[in-house]
């Protein structure tokens, strides 16, 4: 949609020429009617996120996104694009939402870091505003609701067997897996002695559900603006982004995910990326989350809480990565500057989860 994307910040723009060099020699030979290559592209920024980077380049009238790591010091395993990729693959042909990818490039000498090109999808993000089609509509928004609940129910019905996909990852053990991960992470990243986050460390893994049955597709970021709606019918999604955690494992990991944005948003200021819209008239409440999920996708959801007390603690992480790159000057962008407070905020919802 015209204006989701905005001139590419300061500190943030690539060296462009070997980029399109690298995309004039590789991308001749795709499926992808009236792209120019002999053209310079014209470059743009999508604004929206805090982690990788994704950018809009223009040949003329066709358009192409890219996207590559954060700059600056990573830590291991995160930002893996190779593995985005191939997850996109894998998944687009079964699941259309998750956009078409195009080419991967696995060598840092062209953009400073491997990245991936894919198509453009075209649509509504809800971030920390409603557009027109939302705003004061609670019927708008409770379709969006809907559908957001039954298209997660979706993808975790995807059968992982039936389609091959099965070498993509090892669901056995996946959450014990993700839930050590992400203490790791948390301890890389410590800034500052927080207890709630140590005491969410101590409790997760005491309290481990059995493995799935059947494992499924998580998605591992499904939020509201990590979707894209159809600006004729909001009750229509267009687009799933940001596959970059995704793997195969226990369904409910996503869920949990889903209701820690939607239920737990705070506005600590007017445009924070933590704010949600979800608390106005007619947006799905969080009890009403869980019915429909529950009865589309036929799931237990007697753990929950556990998924819910995760899922706080890894968005906190998240944060506190962000936040460490920050205090360490491997970064300027001065939106991470309170992000602490972020931290702290999610810790306390994340131990109230567990009582």
Known sequence: MPGD???????????????????????????IPGLDLSLAPVVEQFPGGHSNLTYLLRYGGVELVLRRPP????PPTAHDMAREHRWLAAIHPL????????????????????????ERRHGLVVRTGEPPQLADQPAARRRVSRAMVETLAELHAIEIEAHGLSGLGKPAGFVERQVRGWTERWHRSKTDEIPEMDALAAWL??????????????HGDFKLDNVMLDPADVG???????????????PLVDLGIFLAYWSHGTRLEPNDALASVTDRPGWFSRDEVIACYAAKSGRDLSRLPFYEAF???????VIQQIYFRYKRGQTADERFAQFDVRVRHLARKGVEATL
């Not at 259309?96 to 990245?115: H, K, S, V």
């Not at 893994?205 to 998580?218: K, T």
């Open 5 to 31: 994307v905005r001139p590419v910040r300061a500190g943030e723009q690539l060296n462009w020429a070997p980029v399109a060099a690298y995309l004039r020699q590789h991308l001749s030979s795709q499926d």
């Open 71 to 74: 700059l600056g010091p990573l």
């Open 95 to 118: 699941f259309p939402l998750a956009p078409r990818t195009y080419l991967l490039c696995e060598d840092p000498t062209i953009a400073g870091a491997p990245f991936y090109v894919m």
């Open 205 to 218: 893994p005491a309290q481990l559900p059995p493995n799935a049955n059947p494992p499924a597709i998580v």
């Open 236 to 250: 229509r999604l267009v687009a799933v982004f940001d596959w970059e955690m995704t793997a195969l494992g226990d």
């Open 311 to 317: 899922a706080l603690f890894k968005v906190a992480v």
